[in-house]
């Protein structure tokens, strides 16, 4: 059987949504290394190698939306799919202490085979998902761990990342932050904008209306968490949506 880079849910949902999930798997393919990296488990079991939870999240929400998702089945350490070709960060050979042996000596001709294998069938899926309707708003889903290099933990439960084009990002924070019990982060923990990567790609290009959630991973370390975010999240982005008049 051949191998596919990707899995999408609901492709024939109605849902003008479309959920992602570009670091969903911590799986390496056969093609990649024989299928190691040369990392032991807990380290491939780590952030650096996928985003915790993010898989479950993304399920629920695209199933309580009514909307299609696609996710990634591919580690990031194999080749980052929220990187942009030309990025040095494309194949990572040191990430947060961790020396990622199989990447260290990585040549053009394996980093072009990575991209044949992985990340380009990747986005020609998500680009086509993306394209199925003229009104797709892009929402990504991401988790981020507490703390990074050794630095404080990160004080926000979620964050809300954006670019230029602030449609769904602006109603999304300022609703969030009614919540009592969150700490909102807004382009933190990180900016909102890498140019190449996924929401540069399929979404700011063709001015969809989108938005990047992350979601602190030590509180989606269960299934039940990760429904719960969902829950949470579902009826907060259809509400956005209305008042927005997207």
């Known amino acids: 059987m051949t191998y596919q880079p990707y899995h999408i849910i ?16 911590n799986t390496v393919p056969e093609q990649v290394n024989g299928g190691d990296l040369g990392l032991p488990p807990e380290e491939m079991a780590r952030h650096i190698a996928y985003d ?25 350490l194999v080749i980052d799919p929220n990187r942009g070709e030309d990025d040095p960060t494309l194949i990572m050979k040191l990430y947060d202490g961790t020396i990622i042996p199989a990447n260290r ?32 708003l892009y929402v990504a889903i991401h988790s981020y761990t507490p703390q990074l290099n050794g630095y404080p933990k990160r004080p926000w439960h979620i964050g809300v990342l954006y670019a230029g084009d602030t449609r769904l990002s602006a109603p999304l924070v300022e609703r969030l932050r009614q919540e009592p019990d969150l700490c909102v982060g807004e382009n933190e923990p990180y900016g909102g904008h890498l140019v190449g990567d996924s929401v540069d790609r ?7 209306p989108n938005v990047l959630i992350e979601i602190r991973n030590d509180l989606i370390k269960t299934d039940e968490q990760q429904v719960a975010w969902a829950k949470r999240l579902a009826p907060v982005l259809e509400q956005v949506l209305t008042d927005s008049g997207l």
Not at 53 to 76: H, K, Q
Not at 108 to 129: F, S
Request: aromatic share 8%; charged share 25%; proline share 5%.
């Open 52 to 76: 915790p939870g993010s898989a479950g999240v993304t399920y629920a929400l695209a199933e309580l939306l009514d909307a299609p998702a696609i996710l990634s089945d591919f580690s990031r």
């Open 105 to 136: 000596h990585v040549d053009a001709t394996e980093r072009e085979r990575r991209l044949n294998a992985c990340y380009r069938p990747y986005h020609a899926a998500l680009g086509e998902l993306a394209g199925r309707r003229d009104d797709t």
């Open 202 to 208: 399929h979404a700011i290009a063709y001015n969809r």
């Open 10 to 25: 609901g492709a024939d949902r109605p849902a003008r949504w479309l959920i992602t999930a570009d670091h969903a798997a």
